[in-house]
């Protein structure tokens, strides 16, 4: 859905993306990891650096969630799940306390921890893949 970043704005691809989050995860917290992972992956579309997209994405986002204007408070009483996310420092947490579960926020954390500690996507996508507990080796 982020290639629609061009054609629709901000606000209605991120309420988009909540709608088709919804038809398997409904709850605001995936809807939430759907559209903070969505603003990053526009602001790399728009060939941002990874680290300035992240922080470019976040900042994109923000707004949307946790000022009234545009959403429920709903979402704000969700942002204390979203801390490691919005705090700037989970590509500096350790690798051993990144889980990589099921669960949303642990997903949507493992993908930005990998993101941002990669140099390019096969890492990265290796990286994703080690984290989940199948160890490849990656031969370049």
């Not at 629609?4 to 995860?25: A, D, K, M, P």
Request: aromatic share 12%; glycine share 4%; charged share 15%.
């Amino acid at each position: 859905m982020a290639y629609f970043y061009q054609t629709w704005t901000f606000q209605e691809l991120i309420e988009r993306v909540h709608q088709v989050s919804s038809i398997t995860h409904a709850h605001l917290r995936s809807q939430m990891a759907c559209g903070i992972y969505i603003s990053i992956a526009v602001q790399l579309l728009a060939a941002l650096k990874r680290k300035a997209a992240y922080l470019q994405g976040l900042d994109k986002i923000q707004p949307l969630y946790f000022q009234p204007l545009y959403y429920s408070s709903e979402y704000a009483l969700e942002k204390p799940h979203f801390d490691r996310v919005f705090s700037d420092e989970i590509a500096r947490i350790s690798i051993e306390d990144i889980n990589s579960g099921g669960y949303v926020i642990d997903t949507l954390e493992a993908s930005l921890w990998c993101l941002l500690n990669s140099s390019y996507y096969a890492q990265a996508v290796l990286t994703s893949v080690n984290l989940g507990g199948i160890r490849i080796l990656l031969q370049r």
